[in-house]
């Protein structure tokens, strides 16, 4: 190890895809033989040379994994990968989710649920008592139930459609689970829309939430200001936001 | 502003400054709220990304990667164009106008016409200065070769913005030329009121395991402290050359480097990618280290220091511990 050498971690690192799983119809998992010491919440640049680089969310750092649905040209240049094929991956970035409390609140709207994997899981294997409140537009777009389930959560599903689970937005079935008693601190990733009535639904019962909050980045190390927001760098110091009730 | 009993406030082309210090163009400058952290985390000025005629949306990523002690970037210019800079460099001034940060715009276009069009639009925001950006090193694809690679093509750039405009002007200079002294004689001549050195240095990256640079546009460019000796040396000619002030720009991250960039020649000192291991309370941090320098070595302000390094052989620097200065500070 020299000194040049040492400089390597801040530049994109190849990695080789060591497994792909099958979420839906189109949504993959991807698993790299990358071991990264990331908190939940943290997300990291992967490149695709000749295509594009893109922050994606990390459902788990050791090793590197992270959940993406093909929605356009880099998604789909992703989902062409095989197993043994490879990415380039810099990073982790960002602040991360931090496991507070004895009851955890966590809620994933689409694929807003990746993170909420990685926090579940961080805070099961802590003795944590964990609610997932996971929704989608329908059953075939619900993410990660069984995972869920495993790892020992309770579980709400709410879809868009009906299909699955109630029927109506993932916001009405965190309030149902707030009318049966008060976790210590809601976890939230999905989109904005969402994010706001989370906020706003902890506001008036006065409980602390932690939201990850997405925009388009460019550096990720919190210098170009591309991805800031009334601001606050969503890259650097976010993308995870802790609103805390003032004490009366 | 008095810190340790010195005076850190310069005047750039009749602008009252805080302190020498000031956020360069390119970093965290894309809203009034960055800006106004900046400017409250203890800036003496804060300069906006640069904007043109009309929005760009830049290259796409990867634009940025961070490399030893530098950045090597690509953005493309990205903004929102002349029209909505406006409205961000008067809200900027709303914000800090009560702070005493100066607000500089930042400008760049394709043709001469156009920089004495963004000018004048841009104009409307009064801001305390404007900056002229010639030296953009990652558009060679759209825009052809930066008007900053020659004396000819920057003297024009500068005479045009000059007619548009009544507001101050800032011509940045490229140290990807052969002579910058000669850039910076020619940008003097036709009327620039000061120039700031460097814009960042053409550089590249490859990464051998993709066989490829890493950058979208291939080639960026790089910032930070790996180019530190290349902007002081830059600083250094500029000020040999022209009389105007010069501002300094590349690899400051600590009060030791804007002293040595001021000795170099430099009134004022830009500060970027600095932020990135100081965040957006980086400028005030090296505003409180070049005042406890000045403290300890007799220098009452910030004008007894700038071009110390050009005196002759013959001098020594121990004059200065007993009070031997240049004389007047403005």
């Known amino acids: ?248 | 502003m008095l810190q340790n009993g010195v005076d850190l406030s310069v005047d750039l082309c009749g602008i009252r400054l805080r302190n020498p210090l000031i956020l360069a163009s390119g970093i965290l400058g894309t809203s009034a709220a960055l800006m106004e952290r900046v400017g409250r985390g203890g800036a003496g000025a804060v300069t906006s990304k640069s904007c043109s005629p009309l929005p760009r949306a830049g290259h796409p990523n990867p634009t940025v990667i961070k490399w030893g002690p530098g950045f090597l970037n690509a953005v493309g210019l990205a903004n929102p164009g002349v029209e909505a800079q406006v409205e961000i460099l008067r809200e900027t001034r709303r914000r800090l106008v009560d702070v005493g940060v100066a607000v500089i715009g930042s400008i760049f276009a394709e043709t001469v016409e156009g920089f004495a069009r963004v000018a004048e639009t841009l104009s409307a925001a009064e801001p305390d200065l404007i900056e002229v950006n010639i030296s953009c090193p990652n558009v060679a694809h759209e825009l052809g070769a930066p008007f900053s690679s020659a004396p000819e093509s920057a003297a024009a750039v500068t005479r045009a913005v000059k007619a548009a405009t009544d507001i101050p002007i800032i011509v940045k200079l490229s140290p990807n030329v052969t002579d910058i002294a000669a850039i910076a004689r020619a940008v003097e001549e036709a009327g620039a009121d000061a120039i700031a050195a460097i814009n960042t240095v053409s550089g590249m990256v490859i990464d051998i395991e993709a066989a490829r640079p890493v950058l979208s546009n291939l080639e960026g460019g790089l910032s930070g402290p790996a180019i530190k000796p290349i902007a002081v040396r830059c600083v250094y000619q500029c000020y040999q050359a022209v009389s105007i002030p010069i501002v300094g720009i590349g690899g400051v991250s600590s009060g030791a480097d804007a002293i040595e960039m001021i000795m170099a020649g430099a009134r004022a000192v830009g500060v970027g990618s600095a932020v990135f291991w100081g965040g957006v309370e980086a400028l005030g941090r090296i505003a409180q280290e070049m005042a406890d320098f000045m403290s300890a070595h007799g220098y009452r302000c910030v004008s007894d220091m700038v071009g110390l390094a050009h005196r002759p052989s013959s001098w020594q620097p121990s004059s200065i511990e007993v009070g031997v200065a240049t004389g007047r500070c403005i």
Request: aromatic fraction near 8%; glycine fraction near 10%; include cysteine.
């Open chain 1, 1 to 248: 190890m020299n000194y040049v050498n040492n400089w390597r971690p801040d530049l994109p690192r190849a990695a080789r895809i060591i497994q792909i799983g099958v979420e839906n119809e189109r949504t993959r998992t991807f698993v790299l033989d990358l071991h990264l010491a990331a908190r939940p919440g943290q997300f990291v640049m992967v490149w695709l040379p000749g295509v594009e680089e893109r922050p994606l969310s990390l459902i788990a750092g050791d090793p590197v994994s992270f959940t993406v649905a093909r929605v356009g040209p880099f998604t789909t240049a992703l989902h062409q990968l095989r197993v043994g094929d490879r990415v380039w991956v810099r990073g982790p970035y960002g602040n991360g989710f931090d496991v507070r409390g004895q009851h955890l609140l966590c809620v994933g709207g689409g694929y807003g649920v990746a993170p909420m994997l990685f926090v579940a899981r961080q805070a099961i294997a802590a003795s944590r008592r964990v609610t997932a409140v996971i929704g989608a537009r329908t059953a075939a777009e619900l993410l990660f139930t069984d995972r869920f389930a495993a790892l020992g959560c309770a579980v709400i599903t709410t879809t868009d459609d009906g299909s699955a689970g109630a029927r109506g937005l993932v916001t009405d079935g965190v309030r149902r689970v707030l009318e049966q008693g008060l976790p210590d601190e809601v976890y939230a990733c999905g989109p904005r829309p969402m994010l706001e009535a989370i906020l706003r639904l902890c506001q008036a019962e006065g409980l602390p939430c932690q939201l990850s909050w997405e925009n388009k980045m460019r550096c990720a190390m919190g210098i170009c200001g591309t991805c800031e927001q009334n601001g606050w760098l969503v890259c650097r110091e976010g993308p995870v936001q802790r609103w805390v009730p003032i004490p009366p």
